[in-house]
T-cell receptor, first 115, second 112 residues
């Protein structure tokens, strides 16, 4: 089955620690995205990548970093500079950048908490 | 300011009943409007996508409507089932940068 796999499902971060969230897709999609979801708020875009070895900041990129070395993988690192990292993180992909009228496909998220 | 507002925030209905969720937006220019279903602890799943020229689109028991003149959309759920319990998110693509703007969702609980 094609889809997006996020791991781990739950992650805990200690003070001053960087943590990396994994996102893998086997849909052969060009574009990938990272969103943050907080209670009572709409999804907010952290970073997106339209093609391998290229990525752009979204609306709330501070304290986060990404890489796109392979088409199927788009890991997100939450650095110690992100002072409020507790949230539900969602990875998504779409068939091509801007995707027109095609939907974004989402993974099942990683819930990050501070220890 | 480009915004997407959903109402109600939450809703409880009995199994078998119908319900309608609302989405109002101020996004301009407009490209398309999407409805997603998000089960608790899972990622959103696409239900419908509508462009400016479409005013109704169905996906099984889900029917979305769009009035581009009044900038309103609704999602109607027919003969609700327990599995319909979820958050329903309205998303509009548009604005100067043609980005996705997410509503905060309507949390639906279907009770037996």
């Amino acid at each position: 089955d094609g889809g997006i796999t996020q791991s781990p499902k739950y992650l805990f971060r200690k003070e001053g620690q960087n943590v990396t969230l994994s996102c893998e897709q086997n849909l052969n999609h060009d574009a990938m995205y990272w969103y943050r979801q907080d209670p009572g708020q709409g999804l907010r875009l952290i970073y997106y990548s339209q093609i391998v070895n290229d990525f752009q900041k979204g609306d709330i990129a501070e304290g986060y970093s990404v890489s796109r070395e392979k088409k199927e993988s788009f890991p997100l690192t939450v650095t110690s500079a992100q002072k409020n990292p507790t949230a539900f993180y969602l990875c998504a992909s779409s068939i091509f950048p801007g995707e027109g009228n095609q939907p974004q496909h989402f993974g099942d998220g990683t819930r990050l908490s501070i220890l | 300011k480009n915004q997407v507002e959903q109402s109600p925030q939450s809703l409880i209905i009995l199994e078998g009943k119908n319900c309608t969720l609302q989405c109002n937006y101020t996004v301009s220019p407009f490209s398309n409007l999407r409805w997603y279903k998000q089960d608790t602890g899972r990622g959103p799943v696409s239900l419908t996508i509508m462009t400016f020229s479409e005013n109704t689109k169905s996906n099984g028991r889900y029917t979305a409507t769009l009035d581009a003149d009044t900038k309103q959309s609704s999602l109607h759920i027919t003969a609700s089932q327990l599995s319909d319990s979820a958050s329903y998110i309205c998303v509009v693509r548009g604005g100067a940068t043609n980005k996705l703007i997410f509503g905060t969702g309507t949390l639906l609980a279907v009770q037996p």
